[in-house]
Protein backbone atom coordinates (compact mmCIF):
# COMPACT_ATOMS: atom_id res chain seq x y z
CA UNK A 1 0.00 0.00 0.00
CA UNK A 2 1.23 3.39 -0.96
CA UNK A 3 2.81 6.12 1.91
CA UNK A 4 0.71 8.83 1.69
CA UNK A 5 3.00 11.61 3.82
CA UNK A 6 5.71 9.09 5.43
CA UNK A 7 8.08 6.36 5.64
CA UNK A 8 8.49 6.68 1.82
CA UNK A 9 11.45 6.99 -0.40
CA UNK A 10 12.49 10.75 -0.76
CA UNK A 11 10.48 11.31 2.48
CA UNK A 12 12.27 12.75 5.53
CA UNK A 13 9.46 11.46 8.28
CA UNK A 14 10.24 8.74 10.48
CA UNK A 15 8.37 5.86 10.22
CA UNK A 16 9.62 3.94 13.29
CA UNK A 17 10.23 6.38 15.91
CA UNK A 18 9.51 9.73 17.42
CA UNK A 19 10.26 13.34 16.29
CA UNK A 20 7.92 16.26 15.73
CA UNK A 21 6.96 14.94 12.16
CA UNK A 22 3.37 13.23 10.77
CA UNK A 23 3.74 9.64 9.48
CA UNK A 24 0.96 8.01 7.24
CA UNK A 25 1.08 4.74 6.22
CA UNK A 26 -2.07 3.68 4.38
CA UNK A 27 -5.22 5.19 6.28
CA UNK A 28 -3.18 5.96 9.27
CA UNK A 29 -1.70 9.01 10.81
CA UNK A 30 0.72 8.98 13.79
CA UNK A 31 3.15 11.24 15.58
CA UNK A 32 5.31 10.53 18.33
CA UNK A 33 7.29 13.18 20.31
CA UNK A 34 9.02 11.32 22.24
CA UNK A 35 9.98 12.45 25.99
CA UNK A 36 10.59 16.15 25.90
CA UNK A 37 12.08 17.62 28.90
CA UNK A 38 9.66 21.22 28.90
CA UNK A 39 11.03 24.39 30.90
CA UNK A 40 9.47 28.04 30.62
CA UNK A 41 9.96 28.32 26.90
CA UNK A 42 7.60 27.27 24.45
CA UNK A 43 8.71 23.93 23.51
CA UNK A 44 7.34 22.15 20.00
CA UNK A 45 6.45 18.69 20.79
CA UNK A 46 5.18 18.02 17.09
CA UNK A 47 5.41 20.13 13.89
CA UNK A 48 4.22 19.31 10.42
CA UNK A 49 2.66 19.97 7.28
CA UNK A 50 -0.09 17.55 6.11
CA UNK A 51 0.30 16.68 2.87
CA UNK A 52 -3.16 16.70 0.08
CA UNK A 53 -5.33 14.59 2.55
CA UNK A 54 -7.33 15.32 5.58
CA UNK A 55 -6.65 13.96 8.88
CA UNK A 56 -9.38 12.77 11.67
CA UNK A 57 -6.93 13.17 14.58
CA UNK A 58 -6.85 12.92 18.43
CA UNK A 59 -3.86 14.24 20.22
CA UNK A 60 -3.26 13.59 23.65
CA UNK A 61 -0.15 15.11 25.97
CA UNK A 62 1.35 13.61 29.21
CA UNK A 63 3.55 14.13 31.68
CA UNK A 64 6.00 12.16 33.80
CA UNK A 65 4.85 12.79 37.41
CA UNK A 66 2.89 15.75 38.94
CA UNK A 67 4.17 18.96 39.65
CA UNK A 68 3.72 22.57 41.78
CA UNK A 69 3.85 24.41 38.49
CA UNK A 70 1.65 25.61 36.22
CA UNK A 71 1.72 23.92 32.07
CA UNK A 72 0.12 25.88 29.06
CA UNK A 73 -0.81 23.21 26.00
CA UNK A 74 -0.95 24.76 22.90
CA UNK A 75 -2.25 23.34 18.89
CA UNK A 76 -1.78 25.91 16.32
CA UNK A 77 -3.09 25.30 12.99
CA UNK A 78 -1.39 27.50 9.89
CA UNK A 79 -0.01 30.05 12.96
CA UNK A 80 -3.37 30.47 14.13
CA UNK A 81 -4.11 28.92 18.04
CA UNK A 82 -6.65 26.66 17.95
CA UNK A 83 -6.59 25.08 21.10
CA UNK A 84 -4.91 26.18 24.10
CA UNK A 85 -5.79 25.00 28.07
CA UNK A 86 -3.27 26.00 31.05
CA UNK A 87 -3.83 23.60 34.31
CA UNK A 88 -2.71 24.82 37.40
CA UNK A 89 -0.76 23.64 40.42
CA UNK A 90 -0.86 20.34 41.60
CA UNK A 91 -0.67 19.18 37.81
CA UNK A 92 -2.41 15.69 37.56
CA UNK A 93 -2.23 13.65 35.20
CA UNK A 94 -5.85 13.24 35.25
CA UNK A 95 -5.99 16.63 33.95
CA UNK A 96 -4.01 15.78 30.39
CA UNK A 97 -5.75 12.33 29.99
CA UNK A 98 -8.45 12.65 27.87
CA UNK A 99 -7.42 13.50 23.92
CA UNK A 100 -8.57 16.69 21.95
CA UNK A 101 -10.23 16.13 18.41
CA UNK A 102 -9.08 17.66 15.55
CA UNK A 103 -9.68 17.83 11.57
CA UNK A 104 -6.74 18.61 9.87
CA UNK A 105 -7.30 19.98 6.58
CA UNK A 106 -4.86 19.56 3.88
CA UNK A 107 -1.47 21.22 3.30
CA UNK A 108 -2.07 22.67 6.88
CA UNK A 109 0.53 23.46 9.21
CA UNK A 110 -0.04 21.78 12.33
CA UNK A 111 2.00 22.86 15.56
CA UNK A 112 1.59 21.51 19.15
CA UNK A 113 3.73 23.58 22.27
CA UNK A 114 3.99 23.32 25.77
CA UNK A 115 5.44 25.37 28.35
CA UNK A 116 5.82 25.41 32.22
CA UNK A 117 4.57 29.38 32.40
CA UNK A 118 4.66 29.85 36.41
CA UNK A 119 8.70 29.27 36.67
CA UNK A 120 11.69 27.40 35.32
CA UNK A 121 11.46 24.34 36.35
CA UNK A 122 11.86 21.30 33.83
CA UNK A 123 9.23 18.34 33.53
CA UNK A 124 9.28 15.54 30.88
CA UNK A 125 6.27 15.29 28.77
CA UNK A 126 5.24 13.68 25.37
CA UNK A 127 2.56 14.17 22.70
CA UNK A 128 1.05 11.62 20.63
CA UNK A 129 -1.39 12.46 17.61
CA UNK A 130 -3.08 9.34 15.90
CA UNK A 131 -5.80 9.34 13.13
CA UNK A 132 -6.97 8.17 9.87
CA UNK A 133 -5.98 10.18 6.51
CA UNK A 134 -8.60 10.82 3.97
CA UNK A 135 -7.53 11.29 0.34
Known sequence: MALAGGG????????SGTGTSLN?????????????????????MLTFTT????????VQFSCSTGTGDDFEYTVE?????????ELSAPLQMRDIMDPIR???????KV????????????VDHGTTL??????
Open 24 to 44: TVGDFAYAYSGIVTVANTATS
Open 8 to 15: GAGNTSNP
Open 111 to 122: SVIIQNVSSTTA
Open 77 to 85: LDGQEIYQM
Open 130 to 135: IGRVYA
Open 51 to 58: GNFIVDAK
Open 102 to 108: LIIPPYS
